[in-house]
């Protein structure tokens, strides 16, 4: 197997996005690489109908600049049009001023949109996935191992991008104060429903697997119903994180489905690659190198609950509740 030598579909390329928007898309995982000012670079590009050039709304390029970006042919986002329902992208000769409207952010709706333009284009919506290989959750347990001032500091301590709270779960609490049949379906309800939205959970007050272990079986949850959560200590998932964010992934679109090139200390850990097909997606697993991955091989499957950029993306830029919109209805269906 060869490796591709034009420039791949992935990296998605970047020029002047804003450090928010560019921290964002690192780290949910989608291949990126920022575009220096000389656009040489792309004179040689072998076009492709959904590799994108994102553009920050502030950035502006010169009159050189706007001719290789036509000769070229690659498609491009002004990111100015995510910044309101109103406000309308720039054209490739209108990039010479910039937008009106004011700089963009990264949050979740940013993403939903920025997945919606990749798909429009003919392009597939690929991100390293948010666990290891074939994980589609996390349940983390040992957080007061890592010391008693751990919580006071954990912002500072923690390699997420969200603060740790969001890994909390009230119904934990409540199940501390109050162990009785209410409380242990709330706890139940709220692990299955974290799980199924792809959202990591971490339990403060379980020491040990031994522990976790006890409290699956006193609050009666049927593993069935996450069958591919990853059970594992903070500390360890600290580390993967740490790690993920260090991967580096370039992907290119072949006759046979899609060859990757990954690099990066992976210690053990099995990285997976996301590929999303509108609300359907399926998680194939990556080896150190490069990668050929058949289309016939990929098994898409219905995943509505889940926000297409990971759990950073779904909770960028939320404050408030972390239930689901539909949560009556999915609790319903838990405690079927």
Known sequence: ??????????????????????????????????????LAQLAGYQHSNWNLLLVGAQKTFNTQDLQSLSHSKIPVVDLS????????GRLINELETKAQTGSEQFNSAFVVQLKERVQQSGGTWIRLADYPYPYQGVICYGESALGK???????????????????????EYDWQGKSDNHTQRKLRV????????????????????????????????????TPLVWVTSLETFFRWWNLRRQLSVSISHIDSGWETIISGNILGFHPGLQIWKGRHSATVSLAPGVNEIRDETIAFAANPERHPGGFTA???????????????????????
């Open 81 to 88: 049009e995510f910044t309101s329902e109103t406000a309308v």
């Open 190 to 225: 709220e692990l299955v429903s974290r799980y199924r939205q792809g959202l990591p959970v971490s339990l403060p007050s379980i020491p040990s697997r031994e522990e976790l272990d006890l409290l699956f079986q006193k609050i009666n949850l049927d593993r069935k119903q």
């Open 314 to 336: 779904h909770w960028a830029g939320v404050n408030s509740s972390l239930l689901p919109i539909d949560f009556k209805k999915l609790a319903a269906s838990v405690a079927s």
């Open 149 to 171: 001032e751990f919580r006071e500091f954990s912002n500072v301590m923690s390699p997420l991008p969200v603060p740790l709270e969001m890994l909390h779960l009230k119904a």
């Open 1 to 38: 197997m060869s490796v591709s030598r034009h420039l791949p579909e992935y990296p998605i390329l970047l020029a002047g996005v804003t450090t928010p928007v560019l921290k964002g898309l690192r780290e949910m995982g989608l291949p990126v690489t920022e575009l220096h000012e000389d």
